[in-house]
C-alpha cells in the first residue's frame, strides 16, 4: 500500500493503551469482568498482537475528557438528525437526486485522526469516505442531497467541524495548534510544501 | 402493545421484503452486496425486538455473529469486485 | 426503579424508531437511483436503528452482563459499518457503478483526471497519486 510516513518507534505507553483495549472488549463479550475472563483475555491479546502484526499506531498520547464527551455527544446528535433527514429524503415524494462528491483537505498529519474523521462522517448518513489520499490528508467524500454550492461549502464546514472536536479530544498539540489556525493558512502552507 | 408489535413487524417486513427485492433484481453485484447488508441488519433488529418484548437476553450472541458476518461477506465481495476490475 | 409502564412505552418507541430506520432503509433501496446513494440508505438501520434496539434490550433487561455485550455489539458495529461502507463505495466508483448524471460536483475525477496527465496511471488498489497543484476546482 502507502509508503511509511513517521518512525517505526511506537511509545510503550500507546502500546499499553491499546493492549488493555483488546481485553476490555474481550471482557466485554463474555459480559462479566472476573479473573478467568481477564487472564484469558490477556493471554488471547498477547497472542493476536503476535499474530496478527498491524502497522504500529501513535498515539498522541494526550486526551481530554470533556472533549472526548462533547465529541462522542455531538456524534449521537448528529447520527440521530442526519438519520432522519436521510428517512424523510426516502419518503419524500419531491425528492430529486443530486449529489456530490468532494474533496476535503484535512489539516491534521496524523493518520489516527485522519482514520477517525473518516469514521465518524462515515458513521453520519448522507455522507461516506470513498477515497483517501494518505499523503495529503485529502479525504474524498461523497454527499448526498446537496442542491448548490452552499450546501457544498456548508458540508465541507461541518467536516472541519467534526475534525476540529476530534483533534481537541485525543489529538497531538501540534494538531491542536493547526486547526486552531484559519483552515486556508495551513492548507496552504501543506500544499506549498509538496 | 398489541398494535406496536404488529406496526413493527409490517415495517420490519416490508423494509425486508424491499431489501430483497433489490437483492433478487439488483443491476450489479455491490447492489445485492448493499441489500443483504441491509437484509441481515434488519434480522438484527427483528431478533433484539423480539429480545426487548419478551425480556430475554438469550439471542445477543446471535447479533454478534450475524455482524461479523455481515461485515466479512460485504468486505470480501468489495474486495473481489475491486480485483475484477483491475484486469 | 422505573414503573413496568413506563417501560413499555419506551421499548415501544425504540423498537418503533428502529423499525422505521429499517423500513426507510428498505425504500431507500427501491427508490435510490444508483450504488452510492444506495448506500447513504443502508447505512441509516445499521447505527440508529440498531443503536435504538440495543437500548430497548437494555431497558428491559438492565443488568451488567447485558450491557457489556450489547456496548461490544454497538461499538463493533460503529467500527465495521463505515469500512465495509467505503469498500463498496470505492469499488463502486472504481468498477464505475455510478451515474454521473447525478453528481453536482466530482471533485475525485479531477484529481484522478490529473494524475493520468502527469504520467502516471491512477494505482488501482492504494490511493490514487497526489494532485501536484491546487486544491481541485475549490
Not at chain 3, 437511483?33 to 438501520?45: E, F, G, M, Q, Y
Request: with cysteine; charged share 20%.
Amino acid at each position: 500500500m502507502s509508503p511509511e510516513s513517521g518512525g517505526r518507534r511506537i511509545s510503550a505507553r500507546s502500546q499499553i493503551v491499546l493492549f488493555c483495549g483488546l481485553v476490555v472488549l474481550w471482557c466485554l463479550l463474555w459480559g462479566q469482568f472476573t479473573v478467568l475472563s481477564v487472564v484469558s483475555g490477556v493471554v488471547l491479546a498477547v497472542v493476536i498482537s503476535l499474530l496478527f502484526y498491524l502497522p504500529a499506531i501513535d498515539l498522541s498520547g494526550r486526551i481530554n475528557i470533556w472533549h472526548t464527551a462533547v465529541f462522542l455527544v455531538r456524534l449521537l446528535v448528529d447520527i440521530a438528525r442526519a438519520s432522519l433527514d436521510v428517512a424523510w429524503l426516502v419518503i419524500d415524494p419531491r425528492y430529486k437526486p443530486s449529489s456530490a462528491i468532494l474533496a476535503i483537505a484535512l489539516d491534521t498529519r496524523s493518520d489516527l485522526i485522519m482514520t477517525w474523521t473518516a469514521e465518524a462522517i462515515s458513521l453520519v448518513p448522507g455522507s461516506i469516505v470513498v477515497d483517501v489520499d494518505r499523503q495529503e490528508s485529502v479525504l474524498y467524500v461523497h454527499v448526498i442531497n446537496v442542491a448548490d454550492d452552499d450546501g457544498l461549502e456548508d458540508f465541507r464546514a461541518s467536516v472541519f467541524a467534526t475534525e476540529k472536536r476530534l483533534v481537541m479530544a485525543i489529538g497531538s498539540v501540534d494538531d491542536v495548534w493547526r486547526v486552531n489556525q484559519p483552515n486556508e493558512l495551513t492548507r496552504s502552507v501543506r500544499r506549498g510544501r509538496n | 402493545m398489541h398494535i406496536a408489535i404488529i406496526v413493527a413487524g409490517v415495517l420490519f417486513g416490508t423494509g425486508a421484503v424491499a431489501a430483497l427485492y433489490r437483492v433478487i433484481r439488483g443491476p450489479s453485484l455491490l447492489d445485492r452486496v448493499i441489500a443483504s447488508d441491509v437484509f441481515v441488519v434488519t434480522i438484527m433488529c427483528v431478533l433484539a425486538a423480539e429480545m426487548a418484548f419478551n425480556s430475554h437476553t438469550e439471542t445477543l450472541p446471535v447479533l454478534l455473529v450475524l455482524g461479523a458476518f455481515a461485515f466479512v461477506g460485504s468486505v470480501s465481495f468489495a474486495r473481489f469486485m475491486a480485483k475484477q476490475d483491475q484486469t | 426503579m422505573i414503573s413496568d409502564d413506563i417501560r413499555e412505552i419506551i421499548t415501544v418507541v425504540l423498537v418503533l424508531v428502529s423499525a422505521l430506520m429499517c423500513f426507510a432503509a428498505g425504500v431507500g433501496l427501491m427508490r435510490f437511483p444508483d450504488v452510492l446513494s444506495r448506500l447513504h440508505a443502508a447505512t441509516k438501520p445499521q447505527i440508529l436503528g440498531l443503536m435504538a434496539i440495543a437500548a430497548a434490550v437494555a431497558v428491559n433487561n438492565a443488568t451488567i452482563a447485558t450491557f457489556a455485550l450489547l456496548t461490544a455489539i454497538i461499538i463493533f458495529q460503529a467500527l465495521t459499518a463505515p469500512i465495509t461502507a467505503h469498500m463498496v463505495g470505492r469499488a463502486a466508483y472504481r468498477s464505475d457503478h455510478l451515474r454521473r448524471d447525478l453528481l453536482i460536483r466530482d471533485e475525485l475525477s479531477d484529481s484522478v483526471d490529473r494524475a493520468e496527465q502527469d504520467g502516471a496511471p491512477p494505482a488501482p488498489h492504494g490511493t490514487p497519486p497526489a494532485p501536484r497543484d491546487d486544491r481541485p476546482s475549490g
